[in-house]
């Protein structure tokens, strides 16, 4: 009866265990609408207001689920913002033809390759240094026909003098295929730096000086020439941003301190700042953003953010900062301590919040159906294989944007009880049922060696007033037990025996151990 009774509790702490490691699937549910498709979609959904209001931090408990109940790997990440940017991308020519000129001019002619971006500008590489040479650009569609573009400018390198260089140009985009640069003199006399002085003596006195300086003729050498082009490009460099309405707000003033409290009511958005908005000017005050620990336990609320909070209007003097940025965190309640000290408390006319942007990313059959379900009150974040996912994130694909339907309230326990589950799952509950296991085991092993007790204690137990007496038991019950409690006391001493020496060779041979009971 008590083995029974004992393995009994034993399957019932194993069942709690059990229902306890499993997931809620979720307290609210919504369609995701998907317009009719013939092939695979990269597709993506915003996480919205009521997802941030019920799901848990990190948004583990977000499951994206087909039609057939099954899981659909998904990925949860900040949306990130795409910015223009301008990349100079440089252009080798096809061809380059140069034809001097009769005037001791050179005209370069390139051709433009078909693929290439709108030319922009060219630069001249060249070794030399100590020039200043005078360029004109034209641009043609046939070769025939050619129009100036930009105007003349002047190629110089000053380093004799000072490091100042100039061997590029810019001129407005063109996607003419064919372009010519027309170089003043490319051969021009170039002064020595050094002067040969040579002086005439006669005894003793200078009759005559000579100085001579030599002037050498000297090609503009160029060793090619670089085209660009601007490219612009979208490039994902910062996290979106959104506004997010507060649920509500209360203003406090504590005359004692010289402070202002502002409660500020949130739904769990992921919020980065914090604005106030008051029509008061010239002003300067110290803040301080307070909020509540992780879980809502009953700790010190921790200081997320602190500056001062200025706007100053008063003639040409215009400065305004209102807002206090955080690391991103998701409360339902904040508190803003503003320091008043002796002034006046400002008039509150509101709080506007900001925050990161959410969404999942996931694939989509073309006949599947896709449910988002959210809101368990505790579950471990899924382990998906993204790696298809990831590597579309890489190679640049954006994922279509998809609507999400009004959610709707799955059977289970209510928002406001989360049930017996989350009862289970409480810190405490691990430790009490750790405990009663060990109780549980330590009263077995009471059991298994009081069984083993000897004939004398128990017929003298069993002579005891509560016991009865001798009596009530028959002569043949009395023997057996008799033999029974001996075969146990032998057993025991057995196993006590091989515990203390030890099952070696030798001992395997001891005519003790050998010998049946």
């Known amino acids: 009866m008590r083995k029974r009774m004992s393995g009994g509790l034993l399957v019932a702490v194993v069942a709690v265990a059990t229902a306890s490691a499993e997931a809620p699937a979720g307290r609210f549910m919504r369609e995701v609408v998907l317009e009719p498709r013939s092939q695979d979609e990269f597709r993506s959904i915003r996480l919205d207001v009521e997802i941030f209001a019920a799901s848990q931090d990190g948004f583990v408990d977000l499951r994206l689920l087909d039609d057939r109940q099954a899981p659909i790997p998904h990925l949860v990440r900040k949306v990130r913002a795409a910015r223009e940017h301008t990349v100079r991308r440089i252009v080798v020519p096809e061809r380059v033809d140069a034809v001097p000129q009769a005037d001791g001019g050179l005209e370069l002619t390139l051709r433009v390759p078909a693929d290439a971006p709108p030319i922009e500008g060219f630069r001249l590489v060249t070794p030399l240094v100590d020039f200043e040479q005078r360029v004109r650009t034209q641009v043609s569609d046939d070769g025939a026909t050619w129009e100036p573009l930009g105007q003349e400018t002047a190629f110089f390198d000053y380093s004799r003098y000072v490091d100042v260089r100039n061997d590029s140009l810019s001129f407005p985009s063109t996607d003419?295929?064919?372009?010519?640069?027309?170089?003043d003199d490319v051969t021009v006399e170039q002064q020595s730096q050094l002067t040969t002085l040579t002086k005439r003596l006669r005894a003793g006195v200078e009759t005559d000086r000579e100085e001579r300086t030599v002037t050498a003729r000297r090609p503009f050498r160029i060793d090619r020439v670089e085209l660009w082009g601007v490219v612009r490009q979208d490039r994902a460099d910062h996290d979106e941003t959104a506004s997010?309405?507060?649920?509500?707000?209360?203003?406090?003033?504590?005359?004692?301190?010289?402070?202002?409290?502002?409660h500020v009511a949130a739904r769990r958005e992921p919020l980065t700042a914090l604005t106030l908005r008051t029509p008061e000017r010239n002003f300067s005050r110290r803040a301080t953003l307070e909020a509540p620990p992780v879980g809502g336990s009953n700790g010190?609320?921790?200081?997320?953010?602190?500056?001062?909070?200025?706007?100053?209007?008063?003639?040409?003097?215009?400065?305004?900062?209102?807002?206090?940025?955080?690391?991103?965190?998701?409360?339902?309640?904040?508190?803003?301590?503003?320091?008043?000290?002796d002034a006046r408390p400002l008039e509150i006319a509101g709080i506007e919040a900001g925050g990161n942007v959410y969404e999942a990313l996931f694939l989509v059959a073309p006949t599947q159906e896709v449910r988002l379900v959210y809101g368990a009150d505790r579950t471990a974040a899924a382990t998906y294989d993204t790696a298809v996912l990831d590597e579309l994130l890489k190679a640049g694909n954006l994922a279509k944007a998809a609507e999400l339907g009004p959610p709707t309230p799955l059977d289970g326990a209510p928002a406001d009880d989360p049930g017996w589950t989350s009862w289970i799952n409480r810190p405490l509950v691990p430790s009490v049922v750790g405990i009663g296991l060990v109780v549980l085991l330590g009263w077995g092993r009471y059991q298994a060696g009081a069984s083993t007790r000897s004939p004398a204690t128990n017929n003298a137990r069993n002579s005891s007033p509560r016991s009865g007496g001798p009596a009530e038991r028959s002569q043949s019950d009395v023997r057996h037990g008799r033999r029974a409690s001996k075969g146990r006391t032998v057993a025991v001493r057995r196993v006590s025996h091989w515990m203390k020496r030890g099952r070696s060779a030798a001992h395997r041979r001891c005519p003790k151990c050998s010998r049946r009971a």
């Open 300 to 341: 010190p609320w921790r200081t997320i953010a602190q500056g001062p909070l200025t706007r100053i209007d008063f003639g040409t003097v215009h400065r305004e900062q209102l807002t206090l940025t955080f690391p991103e965190t998701r409360r339902t309640e904040y508190r803003l301590v503003i320091d008043d000290r």
């Open 176 to 183: 003419r295929r064919r372009l010519r640069i027309v170089i």
């Open 244 to 262: 997010y309405a507060v649920a509500g707000f209360r203003v406090e003033y504590d005359a004692e301190r010289k402070r202002t409290i502002v």
